[in-house]
């Protein structure tokens, strides 16, 4: 028997006040943040013990906590993990936040890579009349995105279709193939540059997705497409909102500009950093 969980992070080599270490120790243990404080001397069997040096060795290799946990908090919500899917980021709220308000009362949205799923998720847990439909090249992804959706009560409300960008669209019931049907289209999409993924931090570039990553030579492989086919998939008046790399607002927008959208505009996060590009389609 072990003396207490902070016991067991002394004879391990880690600091007990370390959030990480007391984060992955209490996920280890079941226990909540509260139940720590309260029950720090209580004995750990070594069976217990075990799991945490386990997850702990896991974070040592710079696996990120969410992931070894599998779960990431956004907008409120917690969001299930898994090896197909990013990380929801904070961010991405900003994205959220833009398509709230970009999307009318019973509005019909679009989410391209949808990954967890987060973006419709947030949206829709914050507007109750609207629907989604999701899409994702990753059937792995898909899973997870379905769970979060039954996970916050939004299957109802939500199709999720497995393919590349538009083209499930067409052929999916899911989808009913109307051209013309969506109020708003949403994407955070692979933006990152091909060459510039392989110097990423460990934790993104071991462990997220290269699928999710990789945005092709120049990172606007994503934003082509989307600026190309948006239009054929809004109604009159719809949006894109596509978050970008924080050095891609004008290459983006110029995108858009040259494919006939108007009001283009680069929204900058709270870093101050440019995060969203917005086209509105007349």
């Known amino acids: 028997m072990w003396r207490g969980w902070r016991d067991v992070l002394g004879r391990l080599g880690f600091e007990s006040a370390a959030l990480d270490a007391k ?10 943040a509260l139940e720590l404080a309260t ?3 209580e004995l750990v069997d070594s069976e217990a013990a075990t799991r945490v040096a ?23 919500l917690a969001f299930t993990l898994n090896a197909a899917t990013l990380e929801p980021r904070p961010e991405t709220e900003l994205l959220v936040d833009l398509a709230l308000g970009a999307l009318p009362a019973g509005g019909q949205m679009l989410d391209l890579g949808t990954g967890t799923g987060c973006i419709p998720i947030a949206v829709l847990a914050n507007q109750p009349d609207a629907h989604a439909v999701a899409v994702d090249l990753s059937a792995l992804a898909l899973e997870a995105a379905r769970k979060n959706a039954d996970r916050h009560g939004l299957s109802g409300r939500i ?9 499930p669209l ?3 019931p899911e989808g009913r193939g109307e051209e013309g049907r969506f109020d708003l289209i949403v994407s955070n999409p692979p933006y990152i540059t091909t060459a510039v993924v392989e110097t990423l931090a460990p934790e993104v570039k071991d462990f997220d997705p290269r699928l999710a990553l990789d945005g092709g030579p120049d990172g606007l492989a994503p934003y082509r497409v989307i600026a190309a086919e948006s239009a054929n ?30 009001d283009v505009a680069v929204h900058r996060d709270l870093n101050g950093l440019d995060r969203v590009v917005g086209a509105h389609h007349i």
Do not use: C
């Open 233 to 262: 998939w809004l109604k009159p008046g719809g949006w894109v909102l596509v978050e970008i790399g924080h050095d891609q607002g004008a290459a983006v927008s110029a995108l858009f500009l040259e494919a006939g959208f108007e």
């Open 54 to 76: 386990g997850l702990l060795q896991r974070r040592m290799t710079g696996e990120s906590v969410a992931r070894i946990i599998g779960e990431r908090e956004f907008y409120g």
């Open 23 to 32: 984060l992955l120790t209490g996920h280890a243990l079941g226990l909540g």
């Open 170 to 172: 067409f052929t999916s």
């Open 159 to 167: 199709a999720f279709l497995q393919g590349s960008w538009f083209g």
């Open 39 to 41: 029950r720090e001397n």
